[in-house]
């Protein structure tokens, strides 16, 4: 049985990763004086995350990129053997949004993760967490309705 390598959940991840990057550059340049009201509950807050999601472990952000950096690895791994459909996009949003942190954090100094998006009392994110949250959330569906998520 031959497996094949399913390249469009990378095409995702990168997706994932390029769009992030450019909105939170924009919130960092955007953002610094005060925050916006979008509608609602909805604001955008320009914070910093030195931890893991929801700042959990906030010591130590080299620990948090190396803990994301091996998750993602592991991720990766998965989304090569991924079956097409939802847990293509499932995988791709996974992977796309924990490198992309990965790479936030990694890039600023000190080690941060820039945070912009603000509903109600919820924690701080950003758009790499939602893709997170959304991968998790596609790929839990599928499995439930009995899906294989792998070739």
Same mark, same amino acid.
């Given at each position: 049985?031959?497996?094949?390598? @399913?390249v469009?959940?990378?095409?995702w991840?990168?997706?994932v990763?390029?769009?992030?990057a450019a909105?939170?550059?924009?919130a960092?340049?955007?953002l610094t004086d005060?925050?916006?009201?979008?509608?609602?509950?909805?604001?955008?807050?320009?914070?910093y @995350?030195?931890?893991?999601? #929801?700042?959990?472990s906030t010591?130590?952000?080299?620990?948090a990129?190396?803990?994301?950096?091996?998750?993602? $690895?592991?991720?990766?791994v998965?989304?090569?053997?991924?079956?097409?459909?939802?847990p293509? $996009?499932? #995988?791709?949003?996974?992977?796309?949004?924990g490198?992309a @942190?990965?790479?936030?954090r990694?890039?600023? *100094?000190?080690? $941060?993760?820039?945070?912009?998006? *603000?509903?109600?009392? #919820?924690p701080? #994110? @950003?758009?790499?967490?939602?893709?997170?949250?959304?991968?998790?959330?596609?790929?839990?569906v599928?499995?439930?309705?009995?899906?294989?998520?792998?070739?």
């Amino acid at each position: 049985m031959s497996r094949r390598i @399913n390249v469009t959940a990378l095409t995702w991840a990168v997706s994932v990763v390029a769009v992030d990057a450019a909105v939170k550059a924009w919130a960092r340049a955007s953002l610094t004086d005060a925050p916006r009201h979008v509608v609602g509950p909805l604001w955008l807050r320009l914070s910093y @995350n030195s931890g893991l999601s #929801f700042s959990v472990s906030t010591h130590g952000a080299s620990w948090a990129a190396l803990i994301t950096a091996a998750v993602a $690895v592991g991720i990766l791994v998965l989304a090569l053997r991924a079956r097409v459909g939802a847990p293509t $996009v499932g #995988f791709g949003l996974l992977l796309g949004g924990g490198v992309a @942190n990965v790479i936030d954090r990694l890039m600023a *100094s000190p080690h $941060v993760v820039t945070d912009f998006i *603000s509903v109600g009392s #919820f924690p701080v #994110f @950003n758009l790499a967490d939602a893709a997170v949250t959304l991968g998790f959330v596609v790929l839990m569906v599928s499995a439930v309705r009995g899906e294989r998520l792998l070739t």
